[in-house]
């Protein structure tokens, strides 16, 4: 019960149905296609940064992906078409963002997505070979780091409203870093997560709109994790 986009609770409140149903071939081909939305979306605005719009657009980006995820998770029939919204509204926000990025230490965009999809290929491996078992245990341990997490980018939002920079998250030093690294192994495991839901629901005979939903689930992993790389990377050149 880690990713709220779909989650055990969710798969099990799924009832076998007779006609089209998920599959795991059909969410792995979904959340292709997002991802690939995600990367057109974030090169076409990668060119704003220069532009007044830069910021604008990656504000708006990341709330309307962020509503889209929300409203995704409270009707999931219309995961086909908010999937693919918040597909182009993150991708508008991170091609502003590694511009940004990009601007301050050159090179680390490229840097951050090998080293992002390598992670996302590595868990990928580990779960398919079952090195890591996705245990109630570890869903458990999971959802509790990653939740103090979000408390944690909450509270760091609510500091630079008000003109303060939380240390711990955003300076180069040891401890920075190493809270940086800690976030990204949470952000991996994740996917493991992720990776199980989608077994569990393609096993449950899960209507065939949840692909989508599941794709979406792991696309918010994915783009987590490359930002939280970016920042790691761009720690890492400051020192």
């Not at 341990?141 to 408390?151: S, Y």
């Not at 609510?158 to 003109?163: D, E």
Request: include cysteine; charged fraction near 10%.
């Amino acid at each position: 019960m880690n990713n709220p986009v779909f989650n055990e609770n969710r798969i099990n409140s799924i009832t076998s149905t007779s006609g089209d149903t998920m599959t795991v071939s059909g969410t792995i081909h979904k959340t292709t296609m997002l991802a690939a939305v995600t990367a057109a979306t974030a090169t076409l605005a990668w060119s704003l940064t220069s532009t007044p719009f830069a910021v604008p657009v990656m504000i708006g980006g990341f709330i309307f992906g962020l509503i889209a995820v929300l409203v995704a998770v409270w009707k999931p029939t219309l995961s086909p078409v908010l999937a693919p919204l918040y597909a182009v509204c993150e991708g508008a926000a991170l091609g502003v963002i590694s511009h940004m990025y990009n601007i301050q230490s050159g090179g680390i965009v490229v840097q951050a997505i090998f080293i992002t999809f390598g992670i996302l290929f590595a868990m990928l491996a580990l779960f398919q070979f079952r090195v890591i078992q996705v245990t109630d245990k570890f869903r458990s341990v999971i959802f509790a780091c990653t939740a103090g997490i979000a408390l944690l980018y909450l509270v760091n939002l609510g500091l630079m409203f008000f003109g303060i920079k939380m240390p711990l998250m955003n300076d180069a030093s040891p401890l920075g870093i190493l809270i940086s690294l800690g976030i990204i192994v949470i952000a991996a495991l994740n996917f493991l997560v992720d990776f199980d839901n989608i077994e569990k629901g393609a096993a449950a005979n899960a209507p065939k709109y949840y692909e989508w939903l599941a794709a979406l689930g792991v696309l918010v992993t994915l783009v987590w994790l490359y930002v939280e790389v970016l920042r790691l990377l761009s720690k890492l050149n400051r020192r």
